[in-house]
């Protein structure tokens, strides 16, 4: 019998960004976590899980997508009790929130 993996909040931090490193902004071939569109991720004692997110423009004609798979795929890890997506545009993305790596590979360093 395949025993089930006990998450605590650290060890599901861990797996949400591992997760959330699958999902690409459908315009710039990027995860989501490297492109810094996610700002926050907070797990609580029970395993809820709440991401504050960004797109790279208000008006993404995306956002609506990569939301949903944000929701669904967070929410496939196991023990999670919920997931919650907050978009903010406050502040505003940039592309200084892209990482050091990602910088590199797009020829910005």
Known sequence: MEETLKHTPETLRDAVIGVLRTIYDPEIPVNIYELGLVYDIDIDTELNVR?????TAPDCPEA????????????????VKSVAV????????????LSEATKLDLGML
């Open 51 to 55: 991401i504050t997110m960004t797109m």
């Open 86 to 97: 907050e978009l903010t545009f406050d502040p505003p993305w940039t592309p200084d929130k």
């Open 64 to 79: 609506e997508y990569m939301l949903r798979d944000v929701r669904e795929m967070v929410g496939y890890i196991s023990g």
